[in-house]
């Protein structure tokens, strides 16, 4: 079935460095691939998406890139400030109108240490 | 942008017993909405798709008899943990899709199972 790969689980990086994760999805079909920020308690907050059409897409601070023949994107945050301590997910689906399912990755604790 | 919302935001429960949690759709019609599962420290897994007018879709491994959802209506969705455990103590989360504005999530139920 459809499966999602996220890597590091735990990532701690000093306030003003970049923070680097990954994944990595087994259904060549997919197409939609977003990334969330999830704090403690909460539903998760999508900070940034990207489609099958799209190699990179960058806002502000962050950026994904998606390489579909490996079949993996990643998420790139520079100058890292401490209320980006969070836990990150990337996903995955396929389809156009986002009806279809949508598969998380295991997520990422992100420590940012002023 | 676009809103779910979801309710309620936390419920403490005998075991037992039943308990509702509704997650709406307050800008656009939702035909299809999702149910997730959270455990701590872990990511989301879908435990079904909510389809207005129709049966739910479960996953694998997940007891349509014990999750009862209902999409009545086409800005609401319930979901329903019946004869409540213990180990049904989790976070429950609902979403939407849009074609524009991808998945947007609901805040989120805590459930515990005393």
């Known amino acids: 079935g459809e499966n999602v790969e996220q890597h590091p689980s735990t990532l701690s990086v000093q306030e003003g460095d970049s923070a680097v994760i990954k994944c990595t999805y087994s259904?060549?079909?997919?197409?939609?691939f977003p990334w969330y920020k999830q704090e403690l308690g909460k539903g998760p907050q999508l900070i940034i998406d990207?489609?099958?059409?799209?190699g990179e897409k960058k806002d502000q601070r962050i950026a994904v890139t998606l390489n579909k023949t490996a079949k993996h994107f990643s998420l790139h945050i520079t100058e890292t400030q401490p209320e980006d301590s969070a836990v990150y997910f990337c996903?995955?689906?396929?389809?156009?109108?986002?009806?279809?399912?949508?598969?998380f990755g295991q997520g990422t604790t992100l420590q940012v240490k002023p | 942008g676009a809103v779910v919302s979801q309710h309620p935001s936390w419920v403490i429960c005998k075991s037992g017993t039943s308990v509702k949690i509704e997650c709406r759709s307050l800008?656009?019609?939702?035909?299809?909405m999702f149910w997730y599962r959270q455990f701590p420290k872990q990511s989301l897994m879908l435990m079904a798709t909510?389809?207005?007018?129709?049966?739910?879709?479960?996953e694998q491994g997940v007891e349509k008899d014990k999750f009862l959802i209902n999409h009545a209506s086409l800005t609401l969705s319930t979901l329903t943990v019946t004869s409540a455990h213990p180990e049904d103590s989790s976070f429950y989360i609902c979403?939407?899709?849009?074609?524009?504005?991808?998945?947007?999530f609901g805040s989120g139920t805590r459930l515990t199972v005393v």
């Open positions: 996903a995955a689906s396929r389809g156009s109108s986002n009806t279809g399912k949508l598969i």
């Open positions: 259904d060549s079909a997919s197409n939609y």
């Open positions: 909510s389809n207005e007018g129709s049966k739910a879709t479960y």
């Open positions: 990207i489609r099958s059409n799209v």
């Open positions: 800008d656009f019609q939702a035909t299809t």
């Open positions: 979403s939407r899709g849009h074609q524009n504005y991808g998945y947007t």
